[in-house]
T-cell receptor, first 112, second 114 residues
Framework: SQQGEEDPQALSIQEGENATMNCSYKTSINNLQWYRQNSGRGLVHLILIRSNEREKHSGRLRVTLDTSKKSSSLLITASRAADTASYFCATADGEYGNKLVFGAGTILRVKS | NAGVMQNPRHLVRRRGQEARLRCSPM?????VYWYRQLPEEGLKFMVYLQKENIIDESGMPKERFSAEFPKEGPSILRIQQVVRGDSAAYFC????????????FGPGTRLLVL
């Protein structure tokens, strides 16, 4: 089954810098979602990008999708210490696209 | 509008006991999903339920694990005769519709088996 794989595994940047995380997957998709997880907490949905979209923005977040390369990227601009978290991409599998398949995630640390 | 609620948030069990995890979906959501997260790993799908029906249980271990989503009340993930390897965070998510919908996650239940 398809699986999102994020890279890098860990990223450490200074506050104010931009953070870019990448995700690759294996099979065709209808959409790809990005989630954030703070340490010891649940997942927060960030953004969903559909297969017919190439780029999507939400506040300081910018997501791109390249279906020919089966990859997506999440850019966080002007990072803040509060952005410190793990970030996961997920693709939808199953007959109804209901089964989310997550990668191992990127651990982002923003130093103030 | 309250989000997805899970309880308990933390659960400690001894080997051989039963664990019951509860999930109340967001208001208006009739689709529930359970995922398991082992330390330092991403989430793994376990089961997808609608009211009174199990739609996809392809991620559920064949033994000791069961799930239900009754007509009234929360969804329950039940683990019988727990073992240390069951220690993990269990997350519930819900969505309004089934097809290609955003799933909203609860805060999780952290199960520790001693």
């Amino acid at each position: 089954s398809q699986q999102g794989e994020e890279d890098p595994q860990a990223l450490s940047i200074q506050e104010g810098e931009n953070a870019t995380m990448n995700c690759s997957y294996k099979t065709s998709i209808n959409n790809l979602q990005w989630y954030r997880q703070n340490s010891g907490r649940g997942l927060v949905h960030l953004i969903l990008i559909r297969s017919n979209e190439r780029e999507k923005h939400s506040g300081r977040l910018r997501v791109t999708l390249d279906t020919s390369k089966k990859s997506s990227s999440l850019l966080i601009t002007a990072s803040r210490a509060a952005d410190t978290a793990s970030y996961f991409c997920a693709t939808a599998d199953g007959e109804y696209g209901n089964k989310l398949v997550f990668g191992a995630g990127t651990i982002l640390r923003v130093k103030s | 509008n309250a989000g997805v609620m899970q309880n308990p948030r933390h659960l400690v069990r001894r080997r051989g006991q039963e664990a019951r995890l509860r999930c109340s979906p967001m208001k208006g959501h009739s689709h529930v999903y359970w995922y398991r997260q082992l330390p330092e790993e991403g989430l793994k799908f376990m089961v997808y339920l609608q009211k009174e029906n199990i739609i996809d249980e392809s991620g559920m271990p064949k033994e000791r694990f069961s799930a239900e989503f009754p007509k009234e009340g929360p969804s329950i993930l039940r683990i019988q005769q727990v073992v240390r390897g069951d220690s993990a965070a269990y997350f519930c998510a819900s969505s309004r519709k089934a097809v290609q919908e955003t799933q909203y996650f609860g805060p999780g239940t952290r199960l520790l088996v001693l």
